[in-house]
T-cell receptor, first 115, second 111 residues
Framework: NAGVTQTPKFQVLKTGQSMTLQCAQD?????MSWYRQDPGMGLRLIHYSVGAGITDQGEVPNGYNVSRSTTEDFPLRLLSAAPSQTSVYFC??????????????FGSGTRLTVV | KNEVEQSPQNLTAQEGEFITINCSYSVGISALHWLQQHPGGGIVSLFM???GKKKHGRLIATINIQEKHSSLHITASHPRDSAVYICAVSLNTGTASKLTFGTGTRLQVTL
């Protein structure tokens, strides 16, 4: 009964390095999404997926890449880290379907610092 | 102007006080969510509502669709209620529901 698991919890990267933030859920949720949280701003959608093999861009997709090969996993890749990507990242999942309004389950977050 | 506005941004209350946090939105929505985030912690979903009122323990959430407004009330507040409370709205797009977030209300409850 893990819910949404995010790893790592903390990460420091050097500018230009790449890395993958992992997100896994065990609730058979179709919808998964990545958000970033910056001081003074609401969470912003980076990328989302409505099912395996289907992904789409959110509000702030530049510099990030995603894939969804299984229902359970939705990794977020930073291609070439920049200081502007210093943020707290949250993964969230939900059921998705004709009745859209299901509650969301969030992961515990990844605090990323790019130096 | 943000699509989701919360007030106040910061709120300090004494233990036992009745607390109200407000959320206004400017777009048509399918549902509104109230979330709680403790310092350094993850985000927990408190309520999702599309009409009327919901209650869970000391927390009450109401929504007025016509006025595009929602309130989160905490009765008999306690220091453990200290957290950031975030309002988010579901904007249906295709087959998926996307969330648009307010910037949060930071609540501190003191003894």
């Amino acid at each position: 009964n893990a819910g949404v698991t995010q790893t790592p919890k903390f990460q420091v990267l050097k500018t230009g390095q790449s890395m993958t933030l992992q997100c896994a859920q065990d609730m058979n949720h179709e919808y998964m999404s990545w958000y970033r949280q910056d001081p003074g701003m609401g969470l912003r959608l980076i990328h989302y997926s409505v099912g395996a093999g289907i992904t789409d861009q959110g509000e702030v997709p530049n510099g990030y890449n995603v894939s969804r090969s299984t229902t359970e996993d939705f990794p977020l890749r930073l291609l070439s880290a920049a200081p502007s990507q210093t943020s707290v990242y949250f993964c969230a999942s939900s059921y998705s379907g004709p009745i859209f309004n299901y509650g969301y389950t969030f992961g515990s977050g990844t605090r990323l610092t790019v130096v | 102007k943000n699509e989701v506005e919360q007030s106040p941004q910061n709120l300090t209350a004494q233990e036992g006080e009745f607390i109200t946090i407000n959320c206004s939105y400017s777009v048509g929505i399918s549902a509104l969510h109230w979330l709680q985030q403790h310092p350094g912690g993850g985000i927990v979903s408190l309520f999702m509502l599309s009409s009327g009122k919901k209650k869970h323990g000391r927390l009450i959430a109401t929504i007025n669709i016509q006025e595009k407004h929602s309130s989160l009330h905490i009765t008999a507040s306690h220091p453990r209620d200290s957290a950031v409370y975030i309002c988010a709205v579901s904007l249906n797009t295709g087959t998926a529901s996307k969330l648009t977030f307010g910037t949060g209300t930071r609540l501190q409850v003191t003894l």
